[in-house]
């Protein structure tokens, strides 16, 4: 495996997908592998902030409703 770069395996599916198999190959070739330990990095910040972001509940204002219809009420 030290020859060859994971970067494929990160690029394959999301982080939370990979095998053990998968992670072992990561985890036994990043250290070796500037580029490929960058990727693995990234990868994991990308599933945090994407994990938190999915989390976030968003809540309209209180007047969303009355303007929505309001808009619909002119356009008829």
Not at 18 to 41: D, K, T, V
């Amino acid at each position: 495996m030290r020859n060859e770069h994971v970067i494929s395996i990160l690029e394959s599916k999301p982080l939370g997908e990979l095998n053990e198999n998968e992670l072992a190959q990561i985890h036994a070739h990043s250290p070796i592998c500037e580029s490929c330990r960058q990727a693995y990095e990234a990868a994991q910040v990308s599933a945090i902030l994407l994990k938190e972001r999915a989390a976030e509940i968003f809540e309209p204002s209180s007047f969303f409703q009355t303007r929505v219809l309001a808009a619909l009420r002119e356009r008829r």
